[in-house]
């Protein structure tokens, strides 16, 4: 049984920084690529950013250069980096395993971890 729990999310002004975190206990960790997602008020959930097993990385074009993606195996862990926070920015911010069909690996997601951009 996969656990999924975000950490790291918050208030913050127009420019600043986050970094979020995200444990998935339990699961086969290294094998997997492993993904950020953020869901606005209203909104669907979007992948933001993937990582591969072995650390290649890809962006969404409205965070690219801004946010950094990042895993470390052994902790099983992943973080997202964010820099130059836009108000644009504010959600809900998840974890998964993203599958190739658009899907993610586990059904049941964590709590999340709210971010929130305001001056």
């Known amino acids: 049984q996969v656990q999924l729990v975000e950490s790291g999310g918050g208030l913050v002004q127009p420019g600043g920084s986050l970094r979020l975190s995200c444990s998935a206990s339990?699961?086969?960790?290294?094998?997997?690529?492993m993904a950020w997602y953020r869901q606005a008020p209203g909104k669907q959930r979007d992948m933001i950013a993937a990582?591969?097993?072995?650390?290649?990385?890809v962006y969404a074009d409205s965070v690219k250069g801004r946010f950094t993606i990042s895993r470390d195996n052994a902790k099983e862990t992943v973080d997202l980096q964010m820099s130059s926070l836009k108000p644009e920015d504010t959600a809900v911010y998840y974890c998964?395993?993203?599958?190739?069909?658009?899907?993610?690996?586990?059904?049941?997601w964590g709590q999340g971890t709210q971010v929130t951009v305001s001056s």
């Open positions: 998964n395993a993203p599958l190739g069909n658009g899907g993610v690996r586990w059904g049941s």
């Open positions: 339990g699961s086969n960790f290294r094998i997997y690529a």
């Open positions: 990582i591969t097993m072995n650390g290649n990385t």
